[in-house]
Nanobody, 117 residues
């Protein structure tokens, strides 16, 4: 069974930092594009950052220069380092695996990030 398990969310003041982690099953992690998405109540889930198996990255414009996505292929883990956090970054953050063979719809349970002003 495929599992994505997120950790690292919490409450932080504006300007602070958090690091999210997502540990994935090896079968899915290898070869997958790993991504972080976020969602606030009543709105759609939006892409925050994605990283390919070879390390290429892309970011939402709203987080460029503040967030960094990385992956440790030996640990089957993807990270999201979030710096200079703003209240508008408050959301539930979800980890996603998009695999070329197994498909795009592998999601973690979500972790809450709350940024206070």
């Amino acid at each position: 069974q495929v599992q994505l398990v997120e950790s690292g969310g919490g409450l932080v003041q504006a300007g602070g930092s958090l690091r999210l982690s997502c540990a994935a099953s090896g079968r899915i992690f290898r070869g997958a594009v790993m991504g972080w998405y976020r969602q606030v109540p009543g709105k759609q889930r939006d892409m925050v950052a994605r990283i390919t198996s070879s390390g290429s990255t892309n970011y939402a414009d709203s987080v460029k220069g503040r967030f960094t996505i990385s992956r440790d292929n030996a640990k089957n883990t993807v990270y999201l380092q979030m710096n200079s956090l703003k209240p508008e970054d408050t959301a539930v953050y979800y980890c996603n695996a998009d695999h070329p063979y197994y498909g795009p719809d592998y999601w973690g349970q979500g972790t809450q990030v709350t940024v206070s002003s």
